[in-house]
Every structure is written in C-alpha cells, then in structure tokens.
C-alpha cells in the first residue's frame, strides 16, 4: 500500500480542477474563465489534452501564459479516451481536493467553496456531491436544475448506505459536480477500466465501500446539453453495451467489496432495480436518437431484471409512446422539457 501511495502526487495545493479534453478548442476558453474566478484558496487547473486535432492546445497555451501558476497542461502523445485522460488527471492532480469539468462545462466557484467546506469539517467523508445546473448556451442561464435527496444535505456511511441511497441517486451521471478527496484515490484508481466512457461512476461505487459520503444542496456546476445528435459520447451512452456494462459493475461490487457490505446481495439488488428505473425513465431517448434495434435491447434488458416493468404503469405509457409516436413528435416533446427555463 505505502509504495501506491508513493506514486501519485503528494498534495501542493488546496484544489486541482481538472479538465479532461479533447476537440475543445471552441469552448474551453469559457470552461477556463469559470475555474479562474476561485480566488480564495490555493487552485490548480489542469488541462488534460487527450492529442486534439484542433486547436484546443493554443487556446489553452494562451492562458497558461496568463496565468503561469495556476494552469498546468499535460499533452498525450496519443488519444487514450475517456477513461484513459480521466485516471491520468486522477493520478497527476497536485491538489488536496479534486473536482472535474468538461471542456465545454461550468464551475460555480462560490458553490464549489461549500463542497471543500464541507470535506474539510468532516475528514471521514470521501466525495460530496451536490445539485448542479444543465443549460445548452448560457451556463447563467439554465434550462434545468438537477437536485438531489429532494434539495437536502445528506450524509451516507460506507458501504451499503452509501450504495444504496447515494450512488445511482447522486450527481455522479456527470463528469461534475462533485469534490473528491485525492488521498483515497489511489485506493481504486487503476480498477477503473481504461475504456469506460463513466469512470466517474465507477470511481464513486469502490470509494463508497470503503469510506462516507454526503451530499449538499448547493449548485457547485452547469452541464451543457449537446444538440449535435452525432457527438461520439451521445452515440455511447445511447448503446447496450453501456447499460450492460454498468449491470456488470454493480454485479462486482458484492465480489471486490464483500467484506465492505452488510448485506451485499441486498445491495447489488437495490442497485440494480435503480438503474433499471432509470432505464425506463430513458426509453423515450433511446427510441428518438439510438438505433432502433439499441431500444429494442433496452426494452429487453429492462424486462430481463425487473419482470413486474411489465405492470409497471411507467413503463407501459412511454413504451407505448415510443412506438405510436413519430420520432419528430416525441424529439420536440423532449427539446420543450429540457429548454424549461429554471
């Protein structure tokens, strides 16, 4: 354990914001100016380059001669997705706490002083979470705001507690909104599989076994929503493989962390019938933007693990909305809900 430790970082500053990249030359200009408003503590900004072919590393280069001792840019030779450009911000961040954004996503510096407020007044807790903001132009300006527990702080002990009641109800869906403490990464760090597109995900279930959590109502980011129905990570997250591969994650945890769990088939259980309801929640966006033969999978794997999804009136009325309305119908319907103005 001492010679994991030894390898990574010893800690130099208070938080490193992190930013993964890669073709973000038209937006992280604006992710950057939003992580260079927090003035009170000690910061690191670093820019993980995962080998753009645009012009993300000039623009990011432009700041850093601006701002030589706050950005730190690492350039991969080669691209080593998502995951890849993820564990390496992990290992490489010098600060004591993490948080991530994407290249074309915003901080809340004022919300994000809340989260390391409450890390640093509550050592055995390992990541809080919080609300955060989705908007699609103006991170100001948000269509939607995403709260969690019912806008409520909330603390969850290790192991079942946190799987059950926090992991899959959380912000972890997004690369943000959520402050990690670095020295337990090293614990999980290099089980994340290098080709996940959410390593997040699985960064949040290993460190929920073994360490407290908690969330607080405050919003710390804003995610932009994607128009652009051909963007590689809206073609991912609309497939099979990642569903399945997220049922095989929460199948593991019982087997990595058995000793962690009270109960570890009553967790792998809670877990699951989660996700299957989310799934359902989702069956309209897989009908309008995933191949048809994916939503036909969907609809399989969710009546595979959840066999009352069958009397489940939910499930029932978008299923039978998926198939008797026209795609354009149903892609307006969803564009109206989610450009609702907060």
Aim: proline share 4%; aromatic share 10%; hydrophobic share 40%.
């Amino acid at each position: 354990m001492r010679s994991n430790i030894q390898a990574y970082n010893t800690e130099k500053k208070d938080v490193t914001v992190c930013i993964p990249v890669f073709n973000g030359e038209k937006t992280i200009s604006s992710a950057l100016e939003s992580a260079l408003k927090i003035h009170a503590l000690d910061v690191e900004i670093l820019v993980s380059d995962n080998a753009s072919e645009d012009g993300t590393r000039n623009v990011v280069l432009k700041y850093q001669g601006k701002y030589p001792d706050r950005i730190r840019l690492i350039l991969n030779e080669r691209n080593t997705g998502f995951a890849g450009n993820y564990k390496k911000c992990l290992k490489e961040a010098s600060g004591k706490y993490l948080f991530f954004i994407g290249a074309d996503d915003s901080l809340n510096h004022e919300g994000l002083s809340v989260l390391i407020n409450r890390l640093e007044n509550h050592p055995d807790e390992a990541i809080v979470t919080s609300d955060l903001n989705v908007f699609y132009i103006n991170p100001d300006m948000p269509t939607r705001k995403l709260v969690h527990f019912s806008g409520k702080e909330k603390i969850f002990s290790a192991g079942d507690d946190a799987l059950c009641n926090w992991l899959l109800n959380s912000a972890l869906g997004s690369i943000g909104g959520y402050l990690i403490r670095k020295s337990v990464v090293y614990e999980s760090v290099d089980l994340i599989p290098d080709v996940t597109i959410v390593p997040q995900l699985y960064l949040g279930a290993y460190i929920a076994c073994r360490h407290g959590v908690s969330h607080v109502p405050v919003v710390s980011f804003a995610q932009r929503l994607s128009r652009d129905e051909s963007q590689l990570a809206n073609k991912q997250y609309l497939s099979a493989d990642i569903i399945n591969e997220i049922l095989f994650l929460i199948n593991s945890l019982s087997m990595l962390y058995k000793n962690e769990l009270k109960n570890d088939r009553h967790a792998t259980e809670v877990l699951k019938t989660q996700y299957i309801n989310g799934l359902i929640d989702n069956i309209l966006p897989y009908r309008c933007f995933a191949p048809f033969g994916v939503f036909v999978k969907v609809i399989s794997i969710i009546v595979g693990n959840n066999r009352s999804a069958v009397i489940n009136p939910k499930f029932m009325i978008y299923l039978a909305a998926s198939i008797s309305l026209p795609k354009l119908i149903i892609k307006k319907i969803l564009f109206l809900y989610r450009s609702m103005q907060v």
